[in-house]
């Protein structure tokens, strides 16, 4: 018979597991030593924040709010009422002068020489042949996108030498302006696609150009008697170009004085040649040309672009970025419009 007492063998080989120490008194002085440290630490120095020169970022921010926000953008009876104050006024100013009206309207622009300089023109001619020359290098980059390139580059070289066969006074390549004019335009137009034909015959221009840049000439100088806008250029080439020059070259380049002062003489022919393709928007052939508030936008274009011009002249750099800035808004005003 099995003694009672005896204990049972598994809960011999296994005695009880001790207990553990309990660990609230620790936790609580440990938070209570945390709590009184607090005041400690409120009171312990940091560094003293940083001082700047108040010019050391006068290139970066604005001093005033204000100047860094543009005018509402303005509505089209708003530029027509403002072209029609400029006209009455340089009108009564010519007839207090003694000034015919014909000679008050070439001042506002609508003569070649009073929008862009022979200097200007010369300028663009040689830099967008350049960009013509990289556009037109072998036929897979040219298939592959490079004949639109091509077509905007032609468009305004086009432009250019239309512009140069009926400049009023002296400018480089007149003699044969309205035969590159004609030659450059018929390949602008066939840029359409980018097949080995007129990749062949980009090619063709990219040698006639360097003719005339470098002073050999054309091989023949026929040419149609005249500018015929509408076998000359389209309108969306030309705002191609002027999206890139106003938003990509001009704005960024007007932003303070410092940048105004670095980047002179390329604002001045850049605005000189925003004031020209002004003008050929409103050249009949031209699509729009005839509708009233088109004209009016496009001359508040070309009255803006001219303001950087002489914002220049008197080394007026708040001058150059609002005109600047009233070139942006006549150019999105026409684009809520007619786009």
Same mark, same amino acid.
């Given at each position: 018979?099995?003694?009672?007492?005896?204990?049972?063998?598994?809960? *011999?080989?296994?005695?009880?597991?001790?207990?553990?120490? !309990?660990?609230?008194?620790?936790?609580?002085?440990?938070?209570?030593?945390?709590?009184?440290?607090?005041?400690?630490?409120?009171?312990?120095?940091? #560094?003293?924040?940083?001082?700047?020169? /108040?010019?050391?970022? &006068?290139?970066?921010?604005?001093? $005033?709010?204000?100047?860094?926000?543009?005018?509402?953008?303005?509505?089209?009876?708003?530029?027509?009422?403002?072209?029609? !104050?400029?006209?009455? @006024?340089?009108?009564?100013?010519?007839?207090?002068?003694?000034?015919?009206?014909?000679?008050?309207?070439?001042?506002?622009?609508?003569?070649?020489?009073?929008?862009? /300089?022979?200097?200007?023109?010369?300028?663009?001619?040689?830099?967008?042949?350049?960009?013509? +020359?990289?556009?037109?290098?072998?036929?897979?980059?040219?298939?592959?996108?490079?004949?639109?390139?091509?077509?905007?580059?032609?468009?305004?070289?086009?432009?250019?030498?239309?512009?140069?066969?009926?400049?009023?006074?002296?400018?480089?390549?007149?003699?044969?302006?309205?035969?590159?004019? $004609?030659?450059? #335009?018929?390949? !602008?137009?066939?840029?359409?696609?980018?097949?080995?034909?007129?990749? %062949?015959?980009?090619?063709?221009?990219? #040698?006639?150009?360097?003719?005339?840049?470098?002073?050999?000439?054309?091989? &023949?100088?026929?040419?149609?008697?005249?500018?015929?806008? *509408?076998?000359?250029?389209?309108?969306?080439?030309?705002?191609?170009?002027?999206?890139?020059?106003?938003?990509?070259?001009?704005?960024?380049?007007? %932003?303070?004085? @410092?940048?105004?002062?670095? %980047? &002179?003489?390329?604002?001045?022919?850049?605005?000189?040649?925003? @004031?020209?393709?002004?003008?050929?928007?409103?050249?009949?052939?031209? +699509?729009?040309?005839?509708?009233?508030?088109?004209?009016?936008?496009?001359?508040?274009?070309?009255?803006?672009?001219? +303001?950087?011009?002489? !914002?220049? +002249?008197? %080394?007026?750099?708040?001058?150059?970025?609002?005109?600047?800035?009233?070139?942006?808004?006549?150019?999105?005003?026409?684009?809520?419009?007619?786009?």
């Amino acid at each position: 018979m099995k003694n009672p007492r005896q204990p049972h063998p598994i809960r *011999a080989m296994h005695p009880p597991t001790p207990r553990r120490p !309990a660990m609230r008194k620790p936790i609580l002085a440990g938070g209570l030593i945390c709590l009184l440290a607090l005041p400690l630490l409120a009171d312990e120095k940091r #560094a003293a924040p940083p001082r700047f020169d /108040s010019g050391e970022f &006068s290139s970066v921010f604005f001093a $005033d709010l204000s100047d860094a926000v543009r005018d509402s953008r303005p509505s089209a009876p708003q530029l027509r009422g403002a072209a029609a !104050a400029q006209q009455a @006024a340089a009108m009564q100013a010519a007839a207090g002068s003694g000034e015919s009206a014909a000679e008050a309207t070439a001042a506002e622009g609508t003569g070649w020489s009073a929008l862009i /300089s022979a200097t200007s023109i010369e300028d663009e001619v040689k830099r967008l042949k350049l960009q013509f +020359d990289g556009t037109v290098t072998t036929p897979g980059p040219f298939k592959s996108g490079g004949y639109q390139d091509a077509r905007q580059e032609l468009s305004m070289l086009a432009t250019l030498f239309a512009v140069i066969s009926e400049y009023e006074g002296d400018v480089r390549w007149k003699d044969e302006g309205a035969a590159a004019r $004609d030659l450059l #335009a018929r390949t !602008a137009f066939n840029c359409k696609a980018g097949s080995t034909q007129v990749y %062949n015959e980009a090619k063709l221009r990219k #040698a006639d150009l360097q003719d005339i840049v470098s002073g050999a000439g054309l091989s &023949s100088r026929d040419a149609e008697e005249g500018n015929d806008w *509408a076998m000359i250029v389209d309108r969306v080439p030309l705002m191609q170009y002027l999206d890139w020059a106003v938003h990509e070259e001009m704005s960024p380049k007007s %932003n303070n004085k @410092a940048a105004v002062d670095e %980047n &002179s003489a390329e604002l001045r022919r850049l605005a000189e040649t925003v @004031a020209m393709i002004g003008h050929v928007l409103t050249r009949e052939g031209l +699509d729009d040309a005839d509708d009233e508030d088109y004209q009016v936008m496009s001359k508040a274009m070309t009255k803006a672009a001219l +303001d950087v011009r002489n !914002a220049l +002249d008197q %080394n007026d750099a708040d001058g150059v970025r609002l005109a600047v800035g009233a070139i942006t808004q006549s150019c999105s005003a026409c684009h809520e419009q007619f786009q």
